[in-house]
């Protein structure tokens, strides 16, 4: 089960950057890039705003690290604060959602925790590795469910990086 709380970052100034056209990841310190990491892989079907259970699009949305996973079958998986507040009142608008998911989204927004990943807008989004998967479908298609993906070894590198709380911003 995921933890319920978003820390608060120690370094507010680190941040990530997902550019889903370009398939790059970048951590950034302000608007300095640290880090490039290039090859990553998006959702079967591309990024959009407008994302539904099972369509296999990458959200793309300002989010933060909810919660790490160490022991994932993608080797390392970070889940993000996916549905985000504006893609729950987008939702919420356009019948998606109804309204009691829709203020547990933004109850979860305004206690600082990871909102609830079982709304048909999806959930359990996030950055992972491979795990076993093949490397060199990897590197030839986009094709997660909706997250984005690096190699186990990327991913590891990563690590380095990213902490709870972390602002993601995918583009």
Not at 12 to 31: A, H, N, P, Q
Not at 81 to 97: C, D
């Amino acid at each position: 089960m995921a933890p319920l709380t978003v820390l608060a970052s120690e370094n507010d100034s680190l941040w990530l950057l997902i550019d889903t056209d370009k398939l790059l990841l970048k951590v950034m310190r302000g608007e300095k890039v640290e880090v490039v990491y290039e090859n990553i892989s998006i959702g079967k079907n591309g990024a959009g705003i407008d994302k539904e259970r099972g369509d296999e699009k990458t959200p793309l949305g300002t989010f933060k690290i909810g919660w790490i996973n160490r022991n994932s079958r993608y080797h390392l998986f970070f889940g993000f604060t996916y549905p985000s507040l504006e893609i729950a009142k987008r939702g919420f608008a356009g019948g998606k959602i109804d309204f009691k998911m829709y203020y547990e989204i933004r109850a979860a927004k305004e206690l600082g925790r990871v909102p609830p990943q079982n709304s048909s807008l999806g959930g359990q989004i996030g950055i992972h590795g491979l795990g076993s998967a093949d490397p060199v479908i990897h590197h030839a298609v986009n094709w997660t469910g909706g997250c984005i993906a690096l190699t186990n070894e990327q991913v590891d590198s990563l690590n380095e990086w990213v902490f709870r709380g972390m602002r993601v911003v995918v583009v």
